[in-house]
């Protein structure tokens, strides 16, 4: 097998796939000696298709990126078509001469038959049919026509990009359409828009947040501790429509900087305010910066040094938990650092019961208390936990 024979195979074969520009350059090599009756595991044919790859990809006619993807240039899908164009009148050629040829024969056998008054007749048909042909007669390498086909190509290039930026913005237009706000979707019946969200990292913000959510997000409520302004890793979110909403709670699971995202359905109660006035919704007098704890996160201020310890104290916040977590883990963790734990409380969520990823614990003496504080920042179930007094 000769390269002059697989070059060509894998031009035309990335041209007939569906992109038509490009194809996996795995799926492309089974295709191309597929269709040249080779053995797609053979080393040897596999190394020739590599070195023909690697000749186009020289001549500039294809790319091989580092993805893995086979593209074919733009220089030679305008030769292929071309190509292309030019068999395609041939053929065509040829059948209309042989048409003519056939019409020809059967013009002479009626003539035979019917006389010198049919054969002016059948002279006449001949003479407009010679007039069709040279109307019809393809342009020749050189006309005008051919030296325009690239400018076509490229024109009708433009044309696409044009088309398809039009029908992305008609489809946008129709998202944001008011009226297609709350419609029943495909995993969204009952067309809600409003969102839980929790096990969020503490380094989440409003921009990192909406790019994960597929840039749909219209506002977000952080849920801080009312009084602290700590973040407990959860927020309420509305998205553009209904629509969007399915496409996020389909992500649930997926990891955000790490940590699988919980992402619920919330309708909003009868009476909420929803969705607010502000696009960001912060709780907490420290929450947002504006008290000194914000931090530009999301309304809270994550694993930092500890606060000042009060006179006496046993009891200790605790944050950034895992899911997984219950009384025997934590028992474990403090008692690492010889401290007893008395008691533990954890905290969730009213609207949806589900755990905030915080708690407290309680000691059996300030001594011990300050032992848990030391593993402030420490992982715990593989997250860095956060403690304040």
Not at 107 to 125: F, L, P, W
Not at 237 to 257: F, H, I, P, Q, W
Request: proline residues 3%; charged residues 35%.
């Amino acid at each position: 097998m000769r390269d002059e024979t697989i070059a060509p195979t894998i031009i035309s074969t990335i041209i007939g796939s569906p992109s038509g520009k490009s194809m996996p350059v795995k799926e492309l090599r089974k295709a191309v000696l597929l269709s040249l009756q080779l053995d797609t595991d053979d080393k040897s044919s596999k190394k020739l298709f590599k070195k023909c790859v690697q000749a186009l990809e020289a001549d500039g006619r294809v790319k091989l990126g580092a993805d893995g993807i086979v593209k074919l240039s733009k220089s030679a899908r305008k030769e292929a078509a071309k190509g292309s164009k030019k068999k395609g009148k041939k053929d065509k050629k040829k059948k209309r001469k042989k048409s003519d040829a056939d019409e020809s024969n059967a013009y002479d056998d009626s003539d035979k038959k019917s006389g010198k008054k049919q054969k002016s007749e059948h002279a006449q048909n001949n003479v407009n049919g010679d007039d069709d042909n040279d109307d019809d007669e393809p342009p020749m390498e050189g006309d005008a026509d051919n030296d325009d086909y690239g400018d076509d190509v490229e024109e009708d290039e433009a044309a696409d990009q044009d088309g398809a930026a039009t029908n992305k913005d008609d489809n946008n237009a129709e998202e944001d359409d008011p009226a297609n706000k709350n419609k029943s979707v495909k995993g969204n019946p009952t067309g809600v828009t409003r969102l839980f969200l929790g096990n969020l990292p503490f380094a989440v913000d409003e921009s990192s947040l909406n790019d994960f959510l597929g840039g749909y997000m219209t506002h977000v409520k952080w849920i801080t501790d009312k009084e602290t302004g700590r973040f407990y890793g959860s927020a309420f979110v509305e998205m553009r429509n209904s629509k969007d909403a399915a496409g996020a709670v389909a992500k649930a699971g997926t990891e955000l900087m790490g940590r699988p995202i919980k992402i619920n359905f919330a309708e909003a109660r009868s009476g909420d305010i929803w969705p607010p006035k502000q696009r960001v919704i912060t709780g907490g007098k420290q929450a947002g910066g504006g008290g000194g704890g914000g931090g530009g996160q999301a309304g809270g201020y994550g694993t930092k040094a500890m606060s000042e310890k009060p006179e006496g104290c046993t009891k200790l916040f605790i944050g950034n938990l895992s899911y997984d977590i219950d009384d025997d883990a934590i028992t474990k963790f403090f008692a690492n650092v010889d401290a007893e734990l008395k008691a533990v409380r954890w905290l969730h969520h009213k609207d949806s019961g589900d755990f905030k990823g915080v708690g407290f614990v309680e000691f059996w003496n300030t001594e011990a208390c300050e032992k848990g504080a030391t593993l402030n920042g420490k992982n715990l179930l593989g997250r860095p936990i956060r403690i304040d007094w």
